[in-house]
Structures are given as C-alpha cells and as structure tokens.
C-alpha cells in the first residue's frame, strides 16, 4: 500500500489507518467482546490482517476497554512491532507531568514496546484553561521529557471539536492532529485543516465513517440509501478525497472489514480535491456558475 509523509514528523503512514476503539469497547449486539477468548481471537486476527495489507498505522488509548485495546494490541507487538507507526493517548485533565509520564509507562508495558512512535493528549474540546493546563501547567513537559528520553517519537493532540485545537498549533513540538471530521461533520474543513497545513502538522482523522451516525440516521430517515448504496465506502471516499489529510482512521472489527476497506483505499483515485469544494454558499453559487 502506497504511504505518505505525516506532516513534518516524515513518519511514512498508509492512508488508513486502524482504530483501536473495538478492542476495548463491548457490543453485545453484534456478538463483539474483546475480553472473552473468541473475541481476542478475532481483534487479534483483525489486527494482524491489517498489517499483512499494509496498514502501518495503529491508533490505540489507554481509555480504550481501560487498557484492554492496548493490551490486544501489544499481543501483535511482540512479534510485528517494527512492521508499523504506532500511536496512544493520555489523559490530561487533572494530570500533572508524573501522572503524565505514568501514564505513558503503562501504555508501553501493555503495548509490549520500549517505544512509541506518538502520544497524544486524548481530547475532545479544549477551553482556554485546558489549554495552558496542557502547556504549562505539566501535561507537556512530561511528554517531553519522555521525547528526550527516547521513549516516544512525537506528541499530538485529538480533537472532537477541530477549532479548539487551532493554539495548539503554534507549539511546533505539537506535530500530529487526530480530529472529527467525516462526511457529515466538516468543521474541520474551514476551521483547522488550512492552518495544520500550513504548519506542516501531521492531520488524521477519527470518526471517519461517522462512528456509525450516519448509517444508523440513514435506517429512519432514508432506508433506500442502505439498500441502494454503501454508505461506508462514501464516507472513507469523503476523508480521502482531501489533500490535507494525511491518514483516515477506521475502526474495524473483522478481517473481511480491513479486505474491503484496503481495497478500497488502493484502487480510489479522487476526482476532485475537497480541500477546495465549496462549503460557503457564496462559492457554490460561484462554483456553479464557473462550471
Ligand atoms: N481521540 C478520540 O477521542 C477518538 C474518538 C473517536 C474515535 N477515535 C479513533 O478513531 C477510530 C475510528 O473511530 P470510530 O471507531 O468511532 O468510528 P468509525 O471509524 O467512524 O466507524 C467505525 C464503524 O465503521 C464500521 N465499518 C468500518 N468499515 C466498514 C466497512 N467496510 N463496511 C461496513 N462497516 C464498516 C465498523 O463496523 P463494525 O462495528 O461492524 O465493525 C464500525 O462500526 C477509533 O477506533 C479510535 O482509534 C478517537
């Protein structure tokens, strides 16, 4: 699978990217639990397929099944872990720098590595406060001084709400951004991605087939598109189809979801790059009438 440079940390990642979200979240409906022996089986297999296809980048967090998707993964770790990018999380509301460095400790353990190529603040909308909190108030200086150490290539940040993340994008030592941004929620589109861009900031996103949202609001609202399209296959066109984006993360539980999906992302060739598809209505009346 071809690769690309993530931002200005020149790791080279596939474009997909495999979400650990369902290694550490139960969902009985779908028969799906990563704690019992069937289940770790098949995250593990999951797992596995990915990187045999190519997939080089896992995201993972401590949060995630409280350490379990950290656990599933360092399985796989222990023999393939040169073969991939390999990022976590930490928490950072009420953290000072030890807890920080504690936490990250932790992470290595149940991930079985001496090393972790990103961590990042897991986040979801940053007020003022929690910003400086992170900057100055130890948050920052524990991942640094765990970059110094050589336990971790690179610190990043995630995001549910793009734009509070735009300060952090002055501290150079900030190099990646996961954000929310998907085929029915495109903040992102005109409020960071330009900016993160311009930083040379790594940018990923989560939520990329919308957790899921839109299919389900699709079963009310509009069941002919379930039956008529594959609304999954649109939304990871969606996040690929924009330049600034460097890596979509999926979250996938069954190997035959990683065949489809790699499939898809080798054989996509964008039609038009969606970093400059009209989003004002101003422009679309322009683009229109250009075209
Ligand atoms: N930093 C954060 O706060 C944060 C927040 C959310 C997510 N994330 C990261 O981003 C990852 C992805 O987000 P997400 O897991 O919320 O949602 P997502 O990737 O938007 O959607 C995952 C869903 O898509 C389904 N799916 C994937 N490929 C499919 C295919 N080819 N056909 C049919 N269904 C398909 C999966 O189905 P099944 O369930 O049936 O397998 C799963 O339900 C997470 O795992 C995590 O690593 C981070």
């Known amino acids: 699978m071809d690769k690309i440079a993530l931002g200005r940390t020149g790791l080279q990642v596939s474009r997909i990217a495999l979400g650990g ?8 409906a779908n028969n799906w639990d990563p704690w019992s022996a069937e289940g770790r089986k098949i995250a593990i297999a999951t ?40 990022a976590t999380k930490v ?4 953290y000072s720098k030890q807890a920080t460095i504690d936490s990250v400790h932790d992470s290595l353990r149940r991930l079985h590595t001496e090393r972790l190529d990103l961590v990042q603040f897991h986040g979801g909308m940053f007020t003022h406060e929690e910003y400086r909190h992170i900057v100055d108030g130890g948050p920052l200086d524990g991942l640094l001084e ?42 992102a589109a005109r409020n960071v991605l330009d900016e993160a861009q311009a930083a040379g900031t790594g940018v990923v996103t989560m939520r990329t087939m919308t957790s899921g949202i839109l299919q389900r609001a699709a079963r009310y609202i509009a069941p002919e598109w379930l ?9 990871l ?43 004002m209505t101003a422009h679309v009346y322009e683009a229109e009438d250009t075209e």
Request: one cysteine or more; proline letters at 5%; charged letters at 25%.
């Open 21 to 28: 979200y369902p290694f550490g979240g139960l969902n009985r």
């Open 47 to 86: 797992i596995n397929r990915a990187l045999d296809l190519g997939v080089n980048y896992i995201d993972t967090a401590p949060a995630y099944g409280k350490g379990n998707s950290e656990t599933l993964i360092g399985e796989v770790m222990k023999t393939r872990r040169d073969e991939c990018v390999l």
């Open 91 to 94: 928490k950072w509301e009420g």
């Open 146 to 187: 765990l970059q110094q150490a050589g336990k971790i290539g690179f610190i990043g940040l995630t995001t549910e709400e793009p734009w509070t993340a735009r300060p952090f994008l002055k501290h150079t030592e900030i190099a990646v951004l996961q954000l929310a941004y998907n085929f029915i929620y495109q903040s």
């Open 227 to 235: 039956e008529h399209s594959n609304l999954y296959e649109i939304c």
């Open 237 to 279: 066109k969606f996040v690929l189809s924009d330049s600034r984006v460097h890596s979509a993360i999926v979250g996938m539980r069954w190997p035959e979801e990683v065949d489809r999906n790699v499939a898809l992302v080798e054989t996509f060739k964008p039609a038009l790059d969606f970093a400059v598809l009209p989003r």
